[in-house]
């Protein structure tokens, strides 16, 4: 063996060592080993190209090939942390803001759910403390529901005093003979059936007492209406359409 292979076989044990050291038992990347290997891939190339130089200095193309394919190999043990393997939360579009119109009595609503928040949660937290007194919580259904409802009752709570402040009530309305925001709107079908909606704001809509909201599909699509005009409202199942029949604002 001639002194360029003796220092080619001095090199290899040491850059597979490097190599080795580089991956655990987990396949997970060892930073103290990458380091340490890369340093040991670095002389063991040096050295390669080195004992296979020619007498005149050029470097023989088979020492550099022994270079590249430790390269090659170093490349192949090491765990693939391209980011595209790292799983990430789904994106979610940011929801559309409300419109920050309410009633008169739509806002002294929820400034009276605000208080009777306040005094029910010094409820719960006593609630909750009694229950907390009792032993191991992993197992106490008390400690558990009052610690939900009170997180539940604190969101509530969050949402109003930051909602309150933002919102613009509205007390006198201008318009009269057309559908806008506080309108009961009398509608009804080609089947001859008839429908009434008052349009609020979002905080105070109520489905079940025909409250709906100024977002909603079917408040947009009667805004500006006026007395005999058509409107279609327009569902994911089916289209129908209204006429109005009367409009209507609080005294």
Known sequence: MGEGSASTAR??????????????????PNIAGLAKNFDMCRH???GIAAANASDDGTANFGGLSAAARLTDSLHCHVPDTD??????????????????????SGFENLQTELKSLWVRRRDVVRALA????????????????????LGGIDRRIRYLQKRLPALTVVRRF?????????????????????????????????????AI??????????????????????????????????IRYPS
Not at 15 to 26: D, F, K, N, P
Not at 181 to 207: K, Q
């Open 44 to 46: 063991g190339i040096s």
């Open 174 to 210: 201008a318009n009269t003979d057309a559908v806008y925001f506080g309108a009961t709107v009398d509608l009804a079908d080609d089947a001859g059936s008839s429908h009434c909606y008052r349009i609020v704001g979002p905080d105070e809509a109520d489905p079940e007492h025909a």
């Open 130 to 149: 009694d229950a907390a007194a009792e032993g191991d919580r992993s197992e106490n259904a008390e400690y558990v529901y009052r610690k939900k409802e």
């Open 11 to 28: 090199v290899l044990p040491a850059t597979r060592a490097g190599i080795a050291w580089l991956v655990t038992g987990s396949d997970q």
């Open 83 to 104: 980011s595209r393997s790292i799983p990430m939360a789904r994106w979610r579009p940011p929801a559309p803001k409300s419109s920050p119109y309410i009633t008169e």
């Open 213 to 246: 909201s100024l977002d909603s599909p079917v408040a947009r699509a009667l805004l500006g209406k006026t007395i005999d005009d058509t409107v279609v409202i327009e569902t994911p199942e089916t289209a129908t359409t209204m006429t109005v029949t009367a």
